[in-house]
């Protein structure tokens, strides 16, 4: 989010699951935290305190199932 949009999640998702085919995330997911973040640090630094800690955390932690970004390994055939 750091230009101000969210990216992928590829990066992440590669360093995590290695070679995979992968379908991005809904931006609908994470779009209610940034804009919070957005509303409660306007023209201030970055700071997570109170409830905006426990709600990324909840976002995170994906109880609910919500992130919808599919993960599929890929290899190549052996001896290529």
């Known amino acids: 989010y750091a230009q101000g949009k969210v990216g992928s ?3 992440v998702s590669a360093a995590v699951y ?3 085919v992968y379908t991005r995330f809904s931006k609908t997911i994470i779009h209610p935290f940034l804009e919070s973040l957005s509303s409660a640090n306007e023209g201030e630094a970055l ?3 109170g409830t905006l800690s426990r709600d990324l ?3 995170v932690d994906d109880s609910d199932r919500a992130w919808d970004c599919t993960v599929h390994p890929v290899a190549l055939p052996p001896g290529l």
């Open 9 to 11: 999640g590829f990066d």
């Open 18 to 20: 290695g070679s995979h």
């Open 47 to 49: 700071q997570l305190t």
């Open 57 to 59: 955390v909840r976002l």
